[in-house]
C-alpha cells in the first residue's frame, strides 16, 4: 500500500468538519482584479481610450476596449480578447504588431505586453460592467457615495426578545433577522467557542488542558469564564504575532522588490525591521491614529527619546517596502513608486481605490486628476529609501536608510562574504561591489524623510511624467469633508512634504472612512466576512454594507475608545452573535445562504501561517519566541540568482522570509498573496494541489513523525495512542468508531513497511490527524 494511498484510507475513518463548495464561489479572485486595475486598466487609458472608447471623436476600428463587454464584442476584426488564450487574442497581436500595429506611435514594452498576455491566461478578469452607452463625466465630484458621508452613531434598535443580546450590537444583529421573521441559531458549545477564540486572537489553537479548563470554567460561570480567556488571549504576546500578520497583508509587506519585469528580484534585507514594528505596536495596543501617524509620518513626529526615535523612524517603512518596477527605461519610475504609496494610503486606510485617477479622473468615484496629484504632492516632497537594492540599479537605483540610535549592532557571521556580484555596466562582466556604504553591523531601516525643497506636483497628463500640466496644491481627497481639532482646517505646512498633515487628516475623528474601513476588516477577520463584503472598495462599485447602522455603531464606538483595536476586538467577540454556533437549521441556511443576517456563525479555513502554525504545535516543535531579525538581514543580493534562501524553522510563520515570487515553501499553496498590492481579504480556493502538498510536503511528513513519536513514546497502548493523537489534533477525544478505525488502520498497515511497519504507520495515522477537515477549518 502507498503512502499516499494509505492517508487517504486513514482520511475516511476520521471524522472531518466539511465545508460546502458553495463557500468559495466562482466570482474572479481579488489579486486577479487587482492585476487588471494596476497592470492593464492603466495602458488602456493611457494608449488605447483616446481612438477606443464612448468619448472618442472617432470610434477606431468600431472597437471599444472601455468596457468589459466592448473588448469581447469586438470590432470590425473580431473581438481584442479571447479569455484563457492570448495567442488567439487580437489585442495581444496588435501590441506584438503581429500584423495589426497598436499603438501606432510605438510598440509598448515587453514587460506590458507580458502583463497582458498573463491578464489572458487568468481568465481576463474584468471589473468594468459599465453600459455601453455614451458615458459622460461628472462636472464636479459627487459626496453621494453611502461611505462618504458623516459617521452617525446611530441609536440602538429595539427588539422583541430582549433577553438574547448580550451587547448593543446584538441589537442591530437581531432586529434585521426578526425582520425576517427569523431566529438565531443556538449559541456553540463550549469546547468549539474555546478553540475559535484561541485561533481568531492568536492564530494558535488551545491545547487539551486549555480546553478542558475552559469548559469546567464555562459550566461554573458562563460569560464571565469567557470574559477572563479573551482578555487572558489579548494579552498574550502572541496577539500580535496573529492580528500583525493581518496588517502587514494590507501593508503589503515582503523583504525583496519581486520581479521587476526584466527578471531581477534584489532582497530588502532591512524590511523585517517594520515586521517587528507592527508586532510590537498590536501588542502595545497603540491607539490606531497613533499607529497610522507613525507609518505614514513618523520622521516628522517629536520623539522623547532615541528608542521611541527609532520607532518613528521604521514605522515609515510602511510607504517604502513596496514592490518597484523596472527603472531601465522607464520614465514613469519616480511616478510609479508614488503611485504605490497613494495605493497603500487609498485602498489600505480608505477602502477606496484612487489609483484610476493617476490618468484621468475617476470615472464612477468622486476622486478627481486633482485630488490624486494633490496627494501625489507629499510623496514627490518626500524621499523613499529602500537600500541600494543589491546594486542593481536598472531595478530601482540605490538610495539613503535610516540609521538608527537605540538599536544594537548586529555583526554578520565571521566567514559572511560582505560583497555582491553584479554585471558590470560598460564591460557587461561581473565585478565584486560592496552589503552597503555603512560599516557592517550598523543598525539601518527603510523609510520616508522629507526631501530639502518640499514642492507641488506637477499632473501627469495621461499619466506621462513627461508630459506635464499645471502644479496641483499638495492636500488631500475633497469629497471628504473632514473637520480639523483646531481652529484652523488641516492644511499641508509649505515648508513640509505635507505627510504629516495627511496623516491629522487621515485619523480625524470626522474622517468618513478611516474607522468605517477599519472595523469592517476586524468583523472580516472574526466573522470570515465584512459588514462590507469587499472590504478595500467602498467606493460606488463595492458592494454596500449588510447593516449601515452597525457599521457606524462600531466605527463610533471605536473612536470613543481611543481607537483601541483591543477594545473593539473584546467588544465583538464577548457579543451574542460571535458566539453562535456555525451549525444551524435548514430552513435558516434556506432563508440565508450567504449568512448575510449573521444569524449564525461562519465555518472558515485556516489561513496558510495558522495551518503551519497549528502543526507545530501539535506536534511539540513549536518555538514561541519571535525570531531574530530576518535569514536576509546581512544579504543585499538577487534572489534569483542566490538559489533557496528559505531555511528551516520552528518559529511562527509571520517569522518566515516573505521573498516577493519566493514564498516560504510551506505557505506557498494556501493562498499566500504576491505581496505586491495592498490585501484585505486573502483568496480562498480550493485546488488538487494542496491535498497533494499536505501528503507530500517535508515539512508536514515531519510533523507527522514528531506526532506520531509524541504518541508511542507518552503513551503504552493503542487506545491510549490514539486518544493523544486525537487530543492534541481536534482537542478531543475519539469516538468508539473512530478509536476502532484508527487501531485496526495502523495494525493492518504496520505490515506494508518492512521492518519499521508499526512506527510508520503511526507516523501515517498522524499525518491523516493533521490533514483532516477537522483539523484545518474553525468552526
Known amino acids: ?90 489585442i495581444v497581436q496588435a501590441l506584438r504588431y503581429d500584423g495589426i500595429e497598436m499603438p501606432p506611435d510605438e510598440p509598448l514594452s515587453e514587460s506590458v505586453i507580458n502583463d497582458f498576455v498573463s491578464w489572458i491566461r487568468r481568465g481576463a478578469p474584468d471589473p468594468r460592467f459599465a453600459k455601453p452607452a455614451k458615458v459622460e463625466r461628472p462636472k464636479a465630484p459627487s459626496t453621494d457615495l453611502w461611505s462618504l458621508q458623516p459617521v452617525e452613531n446611530p441609536e440602538v434598535p429595539e427588539v422583541r426578545d430582549r433577553r438574547w443580546p448580550s451587547d448593543p450590537l446584538d441589537q442591530f444583529v437581531l432586529a434585521r433577522i426578526e425582520s425576517k421573521r427569523l431566529r438565531p441559531t443556538h449559541d456553540a458549545e463550549p469546547r468549539i467557542l474555546a478553540r475559535r477564540l484561541h485561533v481568531d486572537l492568536t492564530g494558535l489553537p488551545p491545547s487539551i488542558r486549555e480546553v478542558d479548563e475552559f469548559e469546567r470554567d464555562y459550566r461554573q460561570r458562563g460569560g464571565l469564564a469567557v470574559e477572563d480567556l479573551v482578555d487572558a488571549l489579548l494579552a498574550r504576546p502572541q496577539f500580535g504575532e496573529r492580528w500583525g500578520r493581518h496588517w502587514l497583508d494590507v501593508a503589503r509587506y515582503g523583504e525583496s522588490n519581486g520581479n521587476d519585469g526584466l527578471g531581477r528580484n534584489p532582497t530588502f534585507p532591512h524590511a523585517w525591521r517594520y515586521r517587528d514594528y507592527v508586532i510590537d ?25 532615541p528608542t521611541q526615535r527609532d520607532r518613528y523612524l521604521v514605522a515609515t517603512g510602511f510607504l517604502a ?22 495605493d497603500v494610503i487609498g485602498q489600505g486606510v480608505m477602502g477606496l481605490s484612487v489609483a484610476c485617477a493617476r490618468c484621468h479622473d475617476h470615472k464612477f468615484d468622486p476622486i478627481s486628476t486633482q485630488d490624486y496629484y494633490a496627494l501625489a504632492g507629499n510623496f514627490t516632497s518626500s524621499e523613499t529609501m529602500w537600500g541600494v537594492a543589491a546594486n542593481e540599479k536598472l531595478t530601482a537605483p540605490p538610495t539613503d536608510l535610516h540609521v538608527l540610535e537605540a538599536a544594537p549592532k548586529v555583526l554578520p557571521p565571521k566567514d559572511f562574504v560582505e560583497t555582491v556580484v553584479v554585471l558590470d555596466s560598460n564591460t557587461g562582466k561581473p565585478k565584486a561591489v560592496p552589503k552597503s556604504k555603512w560599516p557592517a553591523g550598523t543598525p539601518l531601516a527603510m523609510g520616508l524623510r522629507d526631501r530639502d525643497m518640499p514642492a507641488d506636483c506637477k499632473i501627469n497628463i495621461k499619466g506621462d511624467a513627461k508630459k506635464l500640466g499645471n502644479a496641483v496644491p499638495r492636500g488631500f481627497l475633497t469629497a471628504c469633508e473632514v ?13 513640509q512634504s ?82 453562535l454556533s456555525s451549525r444551524a437549521s435548514a430552513e435558516l441556511v434556506e432563508a440565508d445562504a450567504e449568512n448575510l443576517l449573521w444569524a449564525r456563525h461562519s465555518l472558515r479555513r485556516l489561513d496558510a501561517e495558522s495551518l503551519r502554525d497549528s502543526m507545530l504545535a501539535a506536534s511539540g516543535q513549536l518555538d ?59 483568496d480562498v480556493s480550493t485546488v488538487p494541489g494542496q491535498s497533494l502538498h499536505l501528503y507530500n510536503s517535508p515539512f508536514v511528513i515531519e510533523q507527522a513523525r514528531h506526532l506520531a513519536q509524541l504518541a508511542t513514546s507518552h503513551a503504552k497502548s493503542d487506545d491510549a495512542r490514539v486518544r493523544m493523537l486525537f487530543r492534541r489534533t481536534l482537542c478531543r477525544d475519539p469516538a468508539p468508531a473512530e478509536l476502532r478505525g484508527a487501531i485496526a488502520m495502523v495494525n493492518a498497515a504496520a505490515g506494508e513497511f518492512g521492518d519499521k511497519g508499526t512506527e510508520k504507520a503511526w507516523e501515517a495515522l498522524a499525518q491523516a490527524m493533521l490533514t483532516t477537515n477537522e483539523f484545518r477549518y474553525v468552526d
Not at 473637520?483 to 515648508?495: L, M
Not at 465584512?530 to 463610533?556: C, I, K, M, W
Request: glycine share 6%; with cysteine.
Open 498 to 579: 505635507g505627510r504629516l498633515q495627511l496623516a491629522q487628516w487621515l485619523t480625524s475623528a470626522s474622517h468618513p472612512l478611516t474607522a468605517r474601513v477599519m472595523v469592517n476588516r476586524v468583523w472580516m477577520h472574526l466573522f470570515g466576512e465584512g459588514l462590507v463584503r469587499t472590504p478595500n472598495d467602498f467606493g460606488v462599485y463595492g458592494e454596500q454594507p449588510t447593516h449601515p447602522q452597525l457599521l457606524d455603531h462600531l466605527a463610533s464606538r471605536f473612536v470613543d475608545n481611543g481607537w483601541s483595536l483591543k477594545r473593539l476586538i473584546r467588544t465583538i467577540v464577548l457579543s451574542r452573535t460571535y458566539q
Open 624 to 682: 514561541p519566541t519571535p525570531a531574530d531579525g530576518s535569514i536576509i538581514r546581512h544579504r543585499d543580493i538577487l534572489v534569483n540568482r542566490a538559489g533557496n534562501l528559505h531555511l528551516p524553522s520552528r518559529h511562527r510563520s509571520v517569522y518566515l522570509c516573505y521573498l516577493r515570487d519566493s514564498a516560504p515553501p510551506e505557505l506557498a499553496p494556501f493562498d499566500l498573496p504576491s505581496f505586491v498590492t495592498t490585501v484585505a481579504q486573502r
Open 321 to 342: 517596502i513596496g514592490s518597484k518596477p523596472a527603472k531601465a527605461m522607464n520614465n514613469n519610475f519616480a511616478m510609479d513608486v508614488v503611485a504605490d504609496q497613494i
Open 281 to 305: 505596536a498590536l501588542n502595545d495596543d497603540r491607539p490606531y491614529d497613533q499607529f497610522l501617524a507613525e507609518q505614514i509620518a513618523g520622521d516628522l513626529l517629536p520623539s522623547d527619546s
Open 483 to 495: 473637520e480639523s481639532s483646531v481652529a484652523a482646517p488641516i492644511g499641508v505646512d509649505p515648508k
Open 1 to 90: 500500500m502507498s503512502r499516499v494511498a494509505l492517508l487517504g484510507s486513514c482520511s475516511l475513518i476520521i471524522a472531518t468538519a466539511l465545508c460546502p463548495a458553495s463557500a468559495y464561489g466562482k466570482k474572479p479572485f481579488r489579486k486577479d482584479i487587482e492585476f487588471f486595475e494596476k497592470k492593464i486598466r492603466p495602458v488602456l487609458v493611457k494608449h488605447c481610450y483616446e481612438c477606443h472608447a464612448a468619448d472618442a471623436e472617432e470610434l477606431g476600428g468600431r472597437l471599444r476596449l472601455d468596457t468589459r463587454q466592448g473588448m469581447r464584442d469586438g470590432g470590425e476584426s473580431g473581438p481584442a480578447v479571447v479569455d484563457g488564450n492570448p495567442d488567439t487574442s487580437l
